[in-house]
């Protein structure tokens, strides 16, 4: 298995990124937050986790090693799979979790699409004596440097089909929404209203 990657940022779109090791580029599949601390050029260390299917390998890139173990924990319950896993990383952070886990939130739970409220309800009661107490890390997303931000949801657009110029207006429309985290997710819906009203 694949433990980490360590290499150079080849490229990042909106739902994964290219690390270049030793001349091969190696996708990973990233959640929001991690990716908002990734730029194109430099030197990244995630930690991964290989997911193995029968027509596909697919290796999945995380912030740090508590994102890593939630993420693979998250997934002994009955019907979470790889991708719900991330989707719960993107909305929530691994605290986030333990803690609507520990405390039956079953509203916080079903914030994260594809989980509904018999879901929660079923992962609550799978994981609540195995996923701990809140450790009183990071409840939100990782600080993005700089605003790298800004690429990603343009880049977004474009890959939506939006001229450049357009979606660098959008950017800049939704720019007095970002706070000290940035959701691209967030900033991505806010950007795609602004241009349907355009």
């Given at each position: 298995m694949i433990a980490f990657v360590r290499g150079r940022v080849a490229a990042v779109t909106l739902s994964s990124a290219v690390l270049e090791v030793g001349g091969v580029g190696l996708e990973l599949q990233c959640t929001p937050g991690t990716l908002a601390g990734l730029r194109t050029g430099s030197e990244a260390n995630l930690p991964t986790s290989m997911v193995v299917r029968e027509d596909s390998l697919t290796l999945f890139g995380f912030a740090d090693e508590e994102e890593k173990?939630?993420?693979?924990?998250?997934?002994?319950?009955?019907?979470?799979?790889?991708?719900?896993?991330?989707?719960?990383?993107?909305?929530?952070?691994?605290?986030?979790?333990?803690a609507a886990i520990a405390a039956d939130d079953v509203k916080t739970l079903t914030k994260v699409p594809g989980i509904g409220q018999k879901g929660a309800q079923r992962i609550?009661?799978?994981?609540?004596?195995?996923?701990?107490?809140?450790?009183?890390?990071?409840?939100?997303?990782?600080?993005?440097?700089?605003?790298?931000?800004?690429?990603?949801?343009?880049?977004?657009?474009?890959?939506?089909?939006?001229?450049?110029?357009?979606?660098?207006?959008?950017?800049?429309?939704?720019?007095?929404?970002?706070?000290?985290?940035?959701?691209?997710?967030?900033?991505?819906?806010?950007?795609?209203?602004?241009?349907?009203?355009?």
């Open positions: 173990s939630l993420f693979e924990l998250v997934q002994t319950a009955s019907g979470v799979g790889p991708k719900l896993a991330q989707a719960m990383l993107a909305v929530l952070s691994p605290d986030g979790i333990r609550i009661l799978e994981l609540k004596d195995r996923v701990g107490a809140p450790t009183g890390g990071r409840v939100s997303a990782a600080p993005a440097p700089a605003e790298p931000w800004r690429d990603q949801v343009a880049q977004a657009l474009v890959g939506l089909g939006y001229a450049a110029k357009d979606a660098d207006k959008a950017v800049d429309a939704v720019s007095e929404q970002v706070g000290d985290a940035p959701d691209i997710s967030t900033l991505l819906r806010a950007a795609l209203r602004t241009l349907s009203k355009a």
